[in-house]
């Protein structure tokens, strides 16, 4: 693999400034995975093992997102879901979270039937995020930056809101170490446009630094927020034959789902007959 330092396909059309911030970037990214590679490799390939050991299905997932100035992308991750999970549960949950002034919870901090046995460690750890390591290599994503977003989370955007794809996305960033799970949307959209237009060398090594608390921290919010809420709805579940917990759906998320599946008018017929 070349691990050289290769040019921007829209160099040609970037100031000097942001030429020059893609060209630091990317060797800082390069020097920091060659020196972790050896401790990596291991850990890579365990967590691939463990993923074949208790779910059927590929060990990797891809999925496409928006990246540096709206280029789209296919990302890789670690599978932590079951095969043919439901993706407009996740679309409810985004929707409801963009329309509102609510923290940016996930979906695991309550329970996802979808998620595959110790899919939720992999995903509060941020170990299913290792294998965004080639897209760094291939020069879509960065160590640090603003979060791939999806397609269709892009293109709810206000048009200040996409000033956040003026840098490169990473595998962290400045908002996932200022709160990230306590912040609203807007919030997180401000601090990505702040490093956006301000990321320094230095900066990107303090935040690096600073990953490794915010993961632990997250972990140990994720373990707390598992209890079932007094408002949620138990969903049935076909991902896998295994025995699964019936974990709970908030009646948020229940209403961005159909709403984000469905759209306005059908969302307001159904809201009658679900007596949410």
């Known amino acids: 693999m070349d691990f050289s330092i290769v040019a921007h396909p829209l160099q ?14 990317r060797t800082l990214d390069t020097i920091l995975i060659l020196l972790a590679l050896p401790f990596l490799i291991p850990l890579a390939l365990f967590i691939a093992l463990l993923i074949r050991s ?4 590929p060990v990797l997932f891809r999925q496409e997102r928006v990246g540096y100035l709206g280029r789209r992308f ?26 509102s002034n609510t923290p940016m ?12 046995p110790f899919g939720l460690f992999l995903r509060a750890s941020g170990l299913d995020e290792l294998p965004q390591l080639i897209n760094v290599l291939r020069g879509e994503m960065s160590l640090v930056g603003p979060r791939p977003c999806l397609p269709y989370e892009y293109e709810k955007y206000l048009p200040w809101q996409k000033e956040r794809f003026g ?3 990473g595998l962290t960033g400045l908002w996932q170490v200022s709160g990230k799970n306590k912040t609203t949307f807007v919030e997180m959209i401000q601090l990505d446009i702040k490093y956006a ?4 060398l230095w900066w990107d090594l303090k935040i690096i630094l600073m990953t490794i608390p915010a993961l632990i921290i997250q972990m140990l919010e994720t373990r707390r927020g598992k209890k079932l809420s007094p ?46």
């Open 54 to 57: 208790v779910s059927t299905g």
């Open 74 to 99: 296919m990302c890789f991750k670690f599978r932590t879901m079951f095969v043919d999970a439901d993706a407009t549960i996740h679309q409810g949950h985004l929707h409801h979270l963009m329309n």
């Open 231 to 276: 408002d949620s709805v138990r969903p049935k579940t076909n991902y896998s034959n295994r025995a699964t917990k019936q974990y709970p759906l908030s009646k948020a998320t229940l209403v961005g789902a159909i709403h984000a599946a469905d759209g306005e008018d059908a969302w307001m017929r159904k809201e009658t007959k679900l007596n949410l």
């Open 12 to 25: 040609s059309s970037l100031s000097p400034k942001a030429v020059k911030d893609l060209r630091w970037k």
């Open 105 to 116: 919870m996930k979906m695991d901090s309550r329970g996802d039937p979808r998620i595959i």
């Open 167 to 169: 840098t490169v996305p």
């Open 197 to 200: 237009k301000n990321k320094t």
